[in-house]
Structures are given as structure tokens and as C-alpha cells.
């Protein structure tokens, strides 16, 4: 806990409260140092999986010869089949201590995949958003970090995760996704904070049909999501949100 002092009618009060921790881990692939991730101290292994699977360096549990995270030393060793492209250039994208990718889809690589599939229920939007809520509350015992879910069409809750980084959210969902065999093609998306073209393009990567969040999603984001085919939902609350991509792959009471 850390030390504080609230104000309150006029005075400053001295009391405590708990610090959102930030976790730099270096991400050594290869022998070779990649980036530095900074993110929230948990489960390592998911983010780095997932890191590394949205980049498309890997694809498959078996491409990774040796994941290992040291949470002592901040670094992540890994050893993957495939050859790390010489010529990398970091990307810098928005986000919560700025978010790192090596490449982002250009509107020429997107295709709908989803103009000829059943359009997706607000009502399962709805519940996964609840589930998400009622899962932030359980775990975050401070503010100051974002959450985010895939679930399937029925609403069903697939996978949580928490971070520092709102990006950091969708690469731990994919790597742990990849790790435990869940399959993202065609689930749905929900997220507490702001869409970025980062995760828009990461959530086409990884085959997700519908993102949701309680706030807005990016210009670019739009972009992504228009010539992705994916429902792209902003300002999500009790009973309302805003459609910013392919409402007619909504189902709604009153359609």
C-alpha cells in the first residue's frame, strides 16, 4: 500500500491505497532483443504468446522451442521456429504508455468475412459486457487498468483478461487462446477502453467478428473495421451504443 492523503471538505486526510503496478519485460526472440513490453505483472506467458502471435511470428503452440518468462529479471527468452525478419521497424501506436506493433494491415490486405454470416444478437453484446463488469469488479482492487473479453454469439464468456495497456488486453486473450486451444474465429470483443487501429487490426488478425467498448473507437479503427467486416460498437451502456461499422450484421429487437 502506498501512502496518501485524500482531500475532503476543505482538509487533506492521510490514509492509504494500492499502486497500479507497471512491469517492464524485455522480449528477447531468437537471441535477439525485440522490444520491451510494459504491462501489468501477471501472466507473462500469455502476453508474450499473444504478442508474438498477432505480430504473425507464430500461429500455432508448437512453433514456440522455448517460452520462458523471468518475472525477477524482466525478461522473456524464446525460441520460435521461424526467423525474426531483419529489417523490423517499430511501429508506435496509441494506448496507455504507447503501444508497440511491426506491422498494422493495410486496407489492401482486409477483407470482409463476414457479409454471409447470421447477424450477431445486441443481446449477447450486452451480456458480455455485463460479464465483463462483474468480472473487473471481482479482480481490480484499484482503477486504473483496463479489461477486456471474447465470447461467443450467445453471449457466453470465453476469456478475460487485465492490463495496464488496453492492447496489452487482446495480445494476452490471443495468447492465452493459443496456449489452451480456444479458438477466436467468429467471437465477440469487449473491451473497457478506447478502440485503437492497433486493436482493430489485431481483432482482424485473430478473426473476431464484433468489438465492443464503453467508450470510442479511433478514425482508423473505422477504417479497419469497415473493410474487415467487423460490427465496430462505441459508448456502450445500459440499453444504448453507438454503431460505427456494419450495423446491418446486428440483430436488434426492432429491426
Same mark, same amino acid.
Given at each position: 500500500?502506498?501512502?496518501?492523503?485524500?482531500?475532503?471538505?476543505?482538509?487533506?486526510?492521510?490514509?492509504?491505497?494500492?499502486?497500479?503496478?507497471?512491469?517492464?519485460?524485455?522480449?528477447?526472440?531468437?537471441?535477439?532483443?525485440?522490444?520491451?513490453?510494459?504491462?501489468?505483472?501477471?501472466?507473462?506467458?500469455?502476453?508474450?504468446?499473444?504478442?508474438?502471435?498477432?505480430?504473425?511470428?507464430?500461429?500455432?503452440?508448437?512453433?514456440?522451442?522455448?517460452?520462458?518468462?523471468?518475472?525477477?529479471?524482466?525478461?522473456?527468452?524464446?525460441?520460435?521456429?521461424?526467423?525474426?525478419?531483419?529489417?523490423?521497424?517499430?511501429?508506435?501506436?496509441?494506448?496507455?504508455?504507447?503501444?508497440?506493433?511491426?506491422?498494422?494491415?493495410?486496407?489492401?490486405?482486409?477483407?470482409?468475412?463476414? *457479409?454471409?454470416?447470421?447477424? $450477431?444478437?445486441? !443481446? #449477447? %453484446?450486452?451480456?458480455?459486457?455485463? @460479464? +465483463?463488469? /462483474?468480472?473487473? =469488479?471481482?479482480? *481490480?482492487?484499484?482503477?486504473? $487498468?483496463?479489461? !477486456? #473479453? %471474447?465470447?461467443?454469439?450467445?453471449? @457466453? +464468456?470465453? /476469456?478475460?483478461? =487485465?492490463?495496464?495497456?488496453?492492447?496489452?488486453? $487482446?495480445?494476452?486473450? #490471443?495468447?492465452?487462446?493459443?496456449?489452451?486451444?480456444?479458438? /477466436?474465429?467468429?467471437?465477440?470483443?469487449?473491451?473497457?477502453?478506447? $478502440?485503437?487501429?492497433?486493436?482493430?487490426?489485431?481483432?482482424?488478425?485473430?478473426?473476431?467478428?464484433?468489438?465492443?467498448?464503453?467508450?470510442?473507437?479511433?478514425?482508423?479503427?473505422?477504417?479497419?473495421?469497415?473493410?474487415?467486416?467487423?460490427?465496430?460498437?462505441?459508448?456502450?451502456?445500459?440499453?444504448?451504443?453507438?454503431?460505427?461499422?456494419?450495423?446491418?450484421?446486428?440483430?436488434?429487437?426492432?429491426?
Amino acid at each position: 500500500m502506498n501512502q496518501v492523503h485524500r482531500y475532503a471538505d476543505g482538509e487533506l486526510i492521510p490514509g492509504e491505497a494500492p499502486l497500479v503496478q507497471e512491469f517492464p519485460l524485455v522480449l528477447r526472440v531468437n537471441d535477439r532483443e525485440l522490444v520491451t513490453l510494459i504491462a501489468s505483472p501477471h501472466d507473462l506467458r500469455f502476453l508474450v504468446a499473444g504478442f508474438l502471435r498477432v505480430q504473425g511470428f507464430v500461429a500455432a503452440p508448437e512453433d514456440f522451442l522455448i517460452l520462458s518468462v523471468c518475472n525477477d529479471y524482466g525478461i522473456a527468452n524464446v525460441r520460435i521456429r521461424g526467423e525474426i525478419p531483419a529489417d523490423l521497424k517499430p511501429v508506435l501506436t496509441s494506448g496507455c504508455g504507447t503501444g508497440i506493433t511491426f506491422s498494422l494491415p493495410g486496407a489492401e490486405t482486409l477483407e470482409d468475412r463476414w *457479409s454471409d454470416s447470421p447477424p $450477431v444478437s445486441a !443481446a #449477447a %453484446v450486452f451480456e458480455l459486457m455485463k @460479464r +465483463l463488469a /462483474l468480472l473487473s =469488479e471481482k479482480y *481490480s482492487k484499484h482503477g486504473g $487498468v483496463h479489461s !477486456a #473479453a %471474447v465470447g461467443d454469439c450467445e453471449g @457466453r +464468456l470465453l /476469456l478475460h483478461a =487485465e492490463d495496464i495497456g488496453r492492447h496489452n488486453t $487482446v495480445d494476452r486473450l #490471443a495468447g492465452e487462446a493459443l496456449l489452451r486451444g480456444v479458438p /477466436l474465429e467468429g467471437t465477440l470483443l469487449v473491451s473497457s477502453g478506447r $478502440v485503437s487501429a492497433e486493436m482493430a487490426a489485431k481483432a482482424a488478425t485473430l478473426g473476431v467478428r464484433l468489438i465492443a467498448s464503453r467508450t470510442s473507437p479511433t478514425d482508423m479503427a473505422v477504417t479497419i473495421c469497415q473493410k474487415a467486416g467487423i460490427v465496430l460498437i462505441g459508448y456502450l451502456k445500459v440499453g444504448r451504443f453507438t454503431v460505427y461499422a456494419h450495423p446491418e450484421q446486428l440483430l436488434v429487437p426492432h429491426a
